[in-house]
């Protein structure tokens, strides 16, 4: 059974480019969290998605990020306009229980560097 | 919003000694999760408390859930050089369904 999958590991974008950063969650689990994390730090929640609906996104930045988990395929993570600033690990994971955020599973999350 | 402050920042330590770390909130937490995360990799799950006071093993691992529900802390028996990592307690609030994580405790293990 495979794990949570993240493509691309490392990404590389100039400012004002877009970053596209993919998550495929483990089988069978249709609930997928995105968390960011800047060096030296902790995780810091972003956005919590089901297959179709954003069910909690108060952790996104309100303009140029945005998240979707369509029926088919994987969840993607969209920041538009990138700056300098926006240079982190990205991180998903997902879970097979609505609300049980403890049963979550991390993917090994893609590296965005902007230049 | 919510913030965890975990302690200390890092640790230096001999192979064979113990080890503990702590995490404290001005909030309640339903939940505390221990996490290790190694470098270029994402977290893995080590321990999870669920009641206050609660206090459960996994291997060299021990963790205890405050009796507050305002803090957790780990402790590691017997360190070894694959101990090395950063670890992170992590708190679901009772409103929420998001985790909140402390900054991480990164531990160097000396052979």
């Known amino acids: 059974n495979a794990g949570v999958m993240q493509n691309p590991r490392h990404l590389v974008r100039r400012r004002g480019q877009e970053a596209r950063l993919r998550c495929s969650p483990m089988k069978g689990h249709s609930h997928v969290y995105w968390y960011r994390q800047l060096p030296e730090e902790g995780l810091k929640f972003m956005v919590y998605l089901q297959k179709e609906n954003i069910i909690d996104e108060s952790g996104m930045p309100k303009e140029r990020f945005s998240a979707e988990f369509p029926k088919e395929g994987p969840s993607i993570l969209r920041i538009q306009q990138v700056v300098r600033g926006d240079s982190a690990a990205y991180f998903c994971?997902?879970?097979?229980?609505?609300?049980?955020?403890?049963?979550?599973?991390f993917g090994p999350g893609t590296r965005l560097t902007v230049l | 919003g919510q913030q965890l402050n975990q302690s200390p920042q890092s640790m230096f330590i001999q192979e064979g000694e113990d080890v503990s770390m702590n995490c404290t909130s001005s909030s309640i937490f339903n939940t505390w999760l221990w996490y290790k995360q190694d470098p270029g990799e994402g977290p893995v799950l080590l321990i999870a408390?669920?009641?206050?006071?609660e206090l459960t093993s996994n291997g060299r691992l021990t963790a205890q859930f405050g009796i507050t529900r305002k803090d957790s802390f780990l402790n590691i028996s017997a360190s070894i050089p694959s101990d090395v990592g950063i670890y992170f307690c992590?708190?679901?609030?009772?409103?929420?369904?998001?985790?909140?994580f402390g900054g991480g405790t990164r531990l160097m293990v000396k052979p």
């Open positions: 408390l669920y009641k206050a006071g």
């Open positions: 992590a708190g679901l609030s009772p409103a929420g369904n998001m985790l909140t």
């Open positions: 994971a997902s879970s097979p229980l609505a609300g049980r955020t403890d049963t979550q599973y």
